[in-house]
């Protein structure tokens, strides 16, 4: 038996990111599975996915049973303030009673697996099935985002994606989906937003058929399952989009049919992105210190507020500063 735990606080990405790689470890490995709290899935209400394939519930039903945790290699960057992740093969050696933890975000752990096989989307939602012949989707982050400058993506990216889609479908049309419309809204203007939840979020780019996406995982799902879209721009170096160094973060962020957009606005062939990669992890395979990610979190001025006056501080300030605070 293998474990996987959703936390409290994942997003939806990192939940279904953690699960896919749990059911294919457990079919290469021939090992039962089972997801502890499937209470805290985000994706229960329009997603169907199997919390557990155990004939032997009741020999594991006390979780103290669990004797082994794999967490995946995690490298950590100072100067670009970054954890950085890549496919970890050490996860093909755990045991039985293992829980795994990580990021799990490269393709290889599939293990040449269809995501459709352990993901179902719910069929009382095929209504949100909209025509979108000649429209291109902006998938813009913002709302925590914005208080790490060198991860949010900057105005230039959109507008140069949006020229580059426009060179392969000169009557595209755009419209942005978000999870801060005011921060959109302000980004840029002229184009329409497509307000909804974060469930009608995953329906407009399920059938999207041109999307722009930003660093999160949060897209990867909805482009996966189903019909896949016939173009997709996407940042390369991932979560610090025009660095210096050219380092991919993080190399398990590279998805093979996906087309990444340099500072300069230009989509780089797949030599040069594979290279980056592979100059990338030649940096980060010397790295020989280990940390946690408690050890990692960063103080910001609202750390001293208590938790309870947080929220409502940041949503009372975004109002006024949309572009900086979420």
């Not at 997603?47 to 004939?55: E, F, G, Q, R």
């Not at 902006?138 to 208080?147: H, W």
């Not at 940096?283 to 208590?306: A, D, H, Q, W």
Request: net charge positive.
């Amino acid at each position: 038996m293998i474990y996987l735990e959703f936390l409290e606080g994942q997003g939806l990405g990192n939940q279904l990111w953690n699960y896919v790689t749990l059911r294919s470890l457990s079919k290469v490995l021939g090992f039962e599975y089972k997801v502890l709290h499937p209470e805290r899935f985000k994706g229960k209400n329009f997603l169907d996915i199997s919390y557990s394939n155990t004939k032997t519930f009741k020999l594991y039903k006390d979780e103290f049973l669990i004797s082994n945790v794999f967490n995946e290699k995690l490298y950590y960057d100072n100067h670009l303030n970054a954890l950085i992740s890549d496919f970890d093969n050490q996860v093909l050696s755990i045991e039985t009673n293992t829980t795994i933890r990580g990021l799990f975000q490269s393709e290889r752990y599939l293990f040449n697996n269809d995501i459709n096989e352990f993901i179902k989307v719910k069929s009382i939602h095929k209504e949100k099935i909209r025509a979108r012949k000649n429209k291109c989707l902006l998938n813009i982050r913002g709302r925590e985002y914005k208080r790490f400058k060198k991860l949010i993506l900057p105005k230039s990216y959109w507008l140069n994606a949006m020229r580059n889609m426009k060179s392969y479908n000169n009557n595209l049309t755009f419209a942005i989906i978000t999870d801060d419309y005011d921060y959109a809204s302000k980004l840029l203007p002229e184009i329409e937003i497509i307000k909804g939840d974060s469930q009608e979020d995953f329906f407009n780019i399920l059938f999207a058929d041109y999307l722009i996406v930003s660093n999160s995982s949060f897209s990867y799902f909805p482009i996966n399952l189903g019909e896949k879209p016939k173009k997709i721009i996407a940042p390369a170096h991932w979560a610090r989009f025009g660095n210096s160094e050219e380092i991919w973060i993080s190399p398990s962020n590279y998805y093979k049919n996906w087309s990444y957009q340099n500072k300069e606005g230009k989509i780089i062939s797949k030599i040069i992105a594979e290279e980056s990669i592979k100059k990338t992890m030649s940096i980060y395979s010397k790295y020989y210190i280990l940390t946690s990610k408690e050890s990692l979190k960063r103080k910001t001025i609202f750390s001293f507020f208590p938790k309870s006056l947080r929220k409502n501080l940041k949503k009372f300030l975004s109002r006024f500063l949309p572009l900086h605070i979420g």
